[in-house]
């Protein structure tokens, strides 16, 4: 049996007047009073716990960038076909123009037509004031016909009386010599006087000369006389005179040449004007060329018959072909550049005169060749052209030998391997940094 005295537990078979005494037992603490701890500690050193976690952050991040390398984008090397291509810009315009203008003074009337407007030929433009015009016409109209009466009355009345008069004039000259012959046959007999006979001579001579007189009527009035060449000329000076004037009124009325589309119009109704005065310009339907300033560094590239794709910058999805038809031998030395233009034989029904394009002319083609972006040269005009490629790790300056430059692309002859990377030249990495290509 125990007794328990005070807080000592007394062994019964310990002996009398000794004691043993147990070990405090000391109770674990309640579960969560740990945490609660560590809680109060957090919150009682905040700012220290952040900055602890941000040290450790940093460390973390600048050690995984040193071994791992500082993320970079890159381009890779391949292979493909490239086209090395001249690029400018020009405008669209006719082989040439037809300049519409006045061939008299007058006012302008009408305008039947406005500018943009197709037209064809023969088809009224400006239509100018005819009164006076008109008038001249009737009257030259007048006048040959009074020249074409003068040259009936020639022939149908003139010549056949001059010819009958003819006749009695012979007649008379027959009647005369018979009578003048009787009497120098009858006065030596004395069977007339001496006044019966000079009567007979001078009948003779009358009639001799009506005889010529009339013979020169017929003559003058008959084909290649007098008469008859002034009455030709007159109505052929009359007729020139409505030809004339038929064709001063026609001037009143200024048709186009053929057919085309007006792209100028400098004349309103009632403008007075003049020859030499420009009213209109009108480019012919037909023939559609670009006309292009190139640079005259690129005149050893270029080539009559080569091929060209184009747009106008109004409709720049619809690309169309062209090709080069004519090189100017001539410099522009002002902006040393040389005009060039193309045909197209097939222009788009949205193409007009004027109109600003972008023309691609391709100069030379690889097929298959090693490629990379033209943002990846260094130096690409300089003798040395090089790239920043990787090499286990690490940016490497890299010499190259390039070839065709594209739009985009550029030939790499010899430096480079398919399936290489390289860093663009926009990136500021130097040679001998530790990089790794950035996912895609």
Request: aromatic share 4%; glycine share 8%.
């Amino acid at each position: 049996m125990t007794a328990f005295a005070g807080d000592t537990a007394i062994d019964p078979e310990t002996p009398p007047g000794s004691a043993k005494v147990e070990p405090a037992i000391i109770a674990d603490p309640a579960p969560g009073a740990g945490a609660r701890a560590a809680g109060h500690w957090l919150l009682a050193h905040k700012f220290l716990a952040v900055g602890a976690v941000i040290a450790v952050a940093v460390a973390v991040w600048l050690g995984a960038g040193y071994f791992a390398g500082t993320s970079v984008a890159v381009d890779v090397v391949q292979r493909g076909d490239l086209i090395e291509t001249v690029v400018a810009s020009g405008h669209v315009e006719t082989p040439y123009r037809a300049v519409i203008g006045s061939q008299m003074t007058g006012t302008v009337a009408n305008i039947p037509v406005s500018e943009g407007q197709a037209v064809h030929q023969g088809q009224l433009l400006v239509a100018l004031d005819s009164h006076e015009l008109t008038a001249q016409l009737i009257q030259a109209r007048g006048a040959v016909a009074q020249a074409e009466a003068h040259m009936r009355q020639l022939r149908e009345l003139t010549l056949p009386s001059a010819i009958d008069a003819r006749k009695a004039a012979i007649a008379s000259q027959l009647g005369a010599a018979q009578v003048q012959r009787r009497a120098a046959a009858l006065a030596p007999k004395g069977f007339i006087t001496r006044a019966t006979l000079d009567n007979a001579r001078n009948q003779l001579d009358i009639a001799d000369s009506a005889a010529r007189t009339a013979q020169a009527q017929v003559q003058s009035a008959g084909p290649g006389g007098s008469d008859y060449v002034s009455g030709e000329t007159e109505l052929a000076q009359a007729r020139a005179g409505y030809d004339t004037a038929k064709s001063r009124l026609a001037y009143a009325n200024i048709t186009a040449p053929r057919d085309g589309v007006l792209i100028s119009r400098n004349v309103e109704r009632g403008t007075v004007v003049s020859p030499g005065t420009v009213l209109m310009v009108l480019a012919p339907i037909g023939v559609t060329q670009l006309v292009l300033q190139i640079d005259e560094r690129n005149l050893g590239k270029l080539a009559l018959g080569q091929a060209a794709i184009a747009s106008a910058d109004a409709y720049p999805g619809q690309r169309f072909a062209a090709r080069i038809a004519y090189i100017n031998p001539g410099i522009d030395i002002t902006r040393a550049s040389m005009q060039v233009k193309l045909i197209v034989d097939q222009p788009p029904a949205t193409l007009r005169q004027d109109m600003t394009v972008s023309v691609d002319i391709a100069v030379a083609r690889r097929n298959n060749v090693l490629t990379v972006p033209n943002r990846s040269i260094r130096g690409a005009l300089s003798p040395q052209p090089w790239v920043m490629a990787i090499r286990d790790g690490r940016a490497v300056h890299l010499p190259v030998r390039i070839g065709l430059q594209g739009n985009s692309q550029t030939e790499i002859i010899t430096g480079l391997a398919a399936g290489d990377t390289i860093i663009p030249a926009s990136s500021p990495i130097v040679a001998g940094k530790r990089v790794r290509p950035a996912a895609p």
